[in-house]
Structures are given as structure tokens and as C-alpha cells.
């Protein structure tokens, strides 16, 4: 199974920015499909962003615009850059390995913490 860590969360004000990132241990990161889902207290884990092993992605719906999910595939490490946060956007931020394009993987990380607040 593939070992995820997170990192690059933080707090920050409405309309600022925050890149997290995500390194991979094993050398299939590559070929697996990653992605970032978030959970807000008192919500269920929701989708954020997924990329493909050809750099194909999705997003969700409220993120579409404001966030970037990116690869590098030398580093095994995939990142979501978010920009115009909002207090909505508050959450703890997990990253994905597996699965397929419109479907979880079964290994996560451990999550990051991100607030926007003033």
C-alpha cells in the first residue's frame, strides 16, 4: 500500500492562498491516479480534486477555478494550490492514492489542516 504525507496546510486569511503537498512513498506513483478530499467538522469526507496518471483531472463543483491539482512524477509528490479560500474552505485536507479517475483509491494520508479566517 502506498504511504501518503501531507503537508502545507495552515491558517489564512478569506482571499489568500495555500499550496498542500503530498509525497508518495513506492515506485508506482506514476501510474496511480491521486487525488484530495476534504472533511469539515460535522461533514462527510468530500471530493476536491483528482488527476490521472496522463494528468487528466476533475474537481469538484465549489472548487472549480479557486484550486489546481498538479503532479511531478519525479518527485512523488502531488500538489492542490488554492487560491481565493474562503471560510468554507475549512477543513482537514486528505490525499488519495488509487482507484481510478471517478473513483477513490483505498490509501490515504493523514490529513492537513487548513483554515480561512480573519
Known amino acids: 500500500q502506498v504511504q501518503l504525507v501531507e503537508s502545507g496546510g495552515g491558517l489564512v486569511q478569506p482571499g489568500g492562498s495555500l499550496r498542500l503537498s503530498c509525497a508518495a512513498s513506492?515506485?508506482?506513483?506514476?501510474?496511480?491516479?491521486m487525488g484530495w478530499y476534504r472533511q469539515a467538522p460535522g461533514k462527510e469526507r468530500e471530493l476536491v480534486a483528482r488527476i490521472s496518471s496522463g494528468r487528466e483531472t476533475i474537481y469538484a463543483d465549489s472548487v472549480k477555478g479557486r484550486f489546481t491539482i498538479s503532479r511531478d512524477n519525479v518527485k512523488n509528490t502531488v500538489y492542490l494550490q488554492m487560491n481565493s479560500l474562503k471560510p468554507e474552505d475549512t477543513a482537514v485536507y486528505y490525499c488519495n492514492a488509487g482507484g481510478g479517475l471517478y473513483y477513490t483509491g483505498d490509501s490515504w494520508g493523514q490529513g492537513t489542516q487548513v483554515t480561512v479566517s480573519s
Open positions: 513506492g515506485s508506482t506513483f506514476s501510474r496511480n491516479v
